[in-house]
């Protein structure tokens, strides 16, 4: 499939998408399950339920220490097999898997390997696991921020920051990339501390080291303005940002705690002020411990580059319980795969992340 074909083919299913999660149309099966597998684990829904059980599975860790994906394979089997039990799901609908970042990952280091793991997986669980698109998962984040905001979401794109990955992601236009929270803040292990161990211990950090963090981020994100050519407002919906982020900056300047977001020139202010504290003070200075003081320091600089690029001088904040699950539910294609899981394992080690777009029509 040429580029172009490839680009109309997104844009005719993201509007698809796009009718199904808004106009409420019904699924073409009468039920389906998905399973949502990110870089941290496995949550399971099911068209017409509103149950999402989960489990947690650690999958960068063994891909960045190059031992591929086989010691989470049982685990993954087990989990696709019971989360459907205990969310109370039908028996007999249709699975997909959506795999996301680590999978993209996996995919890129052995497509082969990734292949008959895949394989192995349908076989023991039923489940067609499919290697989804970075710009096919922000049609996802946004729609489903869109389904659960409503008038509430007044910009035009929202800021989803996952463990693997992240997307600027908005009806028309996305950029996506391999940088989310852990990937990052273990670029910064490495350059700054010259340390493999992730989470590392960021602070405090000089002034020129700010400045060497800045600049590689910089770098990493210049696809970020080809990508979203048109003026871009923001709203962060991942719990780095809700949780970690913005209640830092309202320790440091007490007048945003209520204002639901903040601006670039605040952000940056408060990372010079945090930047300069040990992990303790930081610990100190925000109340209590929580999951992310680890990557506070890592997870503002992301944002404030994102803005950056962006273009943006202020980031609307709103926690969402957001999962890929809506999207993949809807997805028509995903499902049409499920029914020619050979032909897109056949493609998937030839084409690799292309293979998800192709015409499920054409196999054999």
């Not at 040429?2 to 073409?28: K, M, Y």
């Not at 048109?230 to 209640?247: F, K």
Request: with cysteine; proline share 5%.
């Amino acid at each position: 499939m040429t580029s172009n074909a490839q680009r109309i083919f997104r844009q005719t299913l993201l509007g698809t998408l796009l009718a199904l999660l808004l106009g409420s149309a019904p699924a073409a099966e009468s039920c389906r399950i998905a399973f949502d597998m990110g870089s941290s684990g496995i949550r399971a829904g099911a068209s017409g339920s509103g149950a999402t059980p989960r489990v947690d599975i650690d999958y960068l860790a063994p891909l960045w220490a190059g031992r591929g994906l086989e010691e989470t394979l049982a685990p993954t089997i087990a989990a696709l097999r019971e989360l459907p039990v205990a969310g109370g799901f039908a028996a007999s609908c249709p699975r997909v898997g959506g795999g996301f970042s680590a999978w993209r990952l996996a995919l890129q280091q052995d497509r082969g390997q990734l292949a008959t793991t895949l394989a192995q997986i349908r076989t023991a669980s039923q489940v067609a696991v499919l290697v989804i698109p970075p710009r096919q998962e922000g049609a996802y984040g946004y729609l489903g921020a869109r389904q659960l905001l409503g008038e509430k979401l007044t910009t035009s794109h929202v800021l989803d920051i996952g463990g693997g990955s992240l997307q600027i992601a908005g009806e028309r236009t996305t950029f996506a990339d391999a940088l989310g929270q852990k990937v990052w803040q273990r670029s910064l292990c490495q350059e700054i501390r010259n340390s493999e161990v992730s989470p590392c211990m960021l602070q405090p950090m000089t002034g020129e080291e700010l400045e060497i963090a800045r600049s590689l981020l910089a770098e990493k994100l210049q696809g970020v303005a080809p990508a979203l050519p048109e003026t871009v407002t923001l709203t962060a919906i991942s719990r780095p940002v809700s949780r970690g982020v913005l209640p830092a900056i309202s320790r440091v300047f007490p007048e945003t705690a209520a204002a639901g977001g903040f601006s670039r020139s605040a952000l940056s202010a408060a990372i010079e002020r945090i930047a300069r504290l040990t992990h303790a003070e930081t610990v100190a200075l925000l109340g209590s411990q929580t999951p992310y003081v680890s990557y506070l320091l890592s997870d503002m600089l992301l944002v404030e580059g994102l803005m950056t690029a962006a273009g943006s001088d202020y980031l609307q904040v709103a926690e969402l319980d957001l999962t890929n699950l809506p999207g993949l539910l809807a997805d028509d294609q995903a499902f049409a795969w499920e029914r020619h899981y050979g032909c897109y394992l056949e493609r998937l080690q030839r084409v690799g992340l292309d293979a998800y777009a192709s015409d499920p029509a054409t196999c054999p």
